[in-house]
Each structure stands twice: as C-alpha cells, then as structure tokens.
C-alpha cells in the first residue's frame, strides 16, 4: 500500500497540473472570446475558435453528453486504478503517457458536467480538421506515446529472441 502512494501520487499531482493548465486555457477562451469568435494564434497555421462541443472528437456522438460524460468517468476511474496498481505501467514513459491520458479525460470530464459540453479553441486553418482543446492535446499525446511504447518494446522483444544464441539442441542456450 505505502508501494503504491509513492508510486502514484507524484503522477496524481502532475495529472492535477495539466489538469489546471487546461481549464485555465479554458476559462480565458470562455470569458475573453464570444461563442464562435476566432482569433489568429499563429498566423497561417492555428486560430483561436471559441467553440462549445455536446460530442466527443470530431462532434461524434452530438448531444450525447450524458453518455460521454459516463464514459469520461468511468475511464478516469480506470486510469486511476491503472497508474495506483501499477498494472499497465512498466517505466518512467509509459506512467507518463497514461497521465497525460488522464489528465486529458479529467480536462475534458469537469467541462461535461460543469458546462454540459467540452470548450475547444485550437483550430488549423490550413487543412479542415476538428477543432480541440488543451486536454485534447494531453489525450492524444499520452496514446500516441503508449502505442509507440508498445510497438517499441514489443519490436524489441522480438530483434531479442531472434538474435538469441540457440543451444546445441536448438534450444536458447542458460544464461
């Protein structure tokens, strides 16, 4: 138990700090910008684009907040436990990709049940593509990241065995 809280609580904590810096993004957009107001952020690349959003990525699931907010629950609840136990969480990299993924859920989370829908900023003006928030970000970085994670170490795990030295019996020789 006392394994666990040292273990976890300094992810906890940076989890709670991306968590602020989101809603802090968030708050500003809300009271300096009108619903639909957009603004440059870097020319030729981002705007800022006060957007209100009942759905999960890209709208999906329009008006469904009820559901997304469920399912926000319910996968903050299971992050949590994940980095606590330590169950999908082998390294340095692999707790801090599944923060950032509850970081991102939590974000996302407080707008749902505060506001009744999640508040995005950052649109791409040179390509259409969805427009997304802070926690968005922290999301998909962390998936991003896990997934690389895992390709990696399962390649890895693979180049290990096939250059292993087989014994005389063809079998991998005791270390």
């Avoid at 992050?79 to 082998?90: A, E, P, Q």
């Avoid at 791409?124 to 999301?139: E, S």
């Avoid at 096939?162 to 005791?174: F, L, M, R």
Wanted: overall charge negative; some cysteine; glycine content about 8%.
């Amino acid at each position: 138990m006392k394994e666990n809280i040292k273990r976890a609580w300094p992810w906890y904590l940076l989890a709670a700090a991306l968590v602020a810096a989101d809603q802090v993004v968030k708050l500003w957009v809300r009271s300096a910008m009108a619903l639909g107001e957009t603004r440059p952020f870097i020319p030729h690349f981002i705007e800022l684009y006060h957007l209100q959003n009942t759905g999960g990525a890209f709208s999906l699931l329009a008006g469904q907040t009820w559901m997304l907010t469920a399912l926000s629950a319910v996968a903050t609840v299971a992050l949590v436990v994940c980095l606590w136990g330590d169950y999908v969480t082998t390294n340095v990299f692999s707790r801090l990709c599944v923060t950032c993924v509850l970081a991102g859920a939590v974000g996302n989370l407080i707008d749902r049940a505060m506001f009744g829908a999640v508040t995005d900023m950052f649109n791409f003006t040179f390509i259409r593509f969805g427009v997304f928030n802070v926690a968005d970000m922290w999301v998909v970085g962390g998936v991003i990241g896990y997934c690389a994670y895992l390709l990696f170490t399962q390649f890895k795990g693979t180049k290990d065995s096939q250059t292993a030295d087989p014994g005389e019996d063809g079998h991998e020789a005791d270390p």
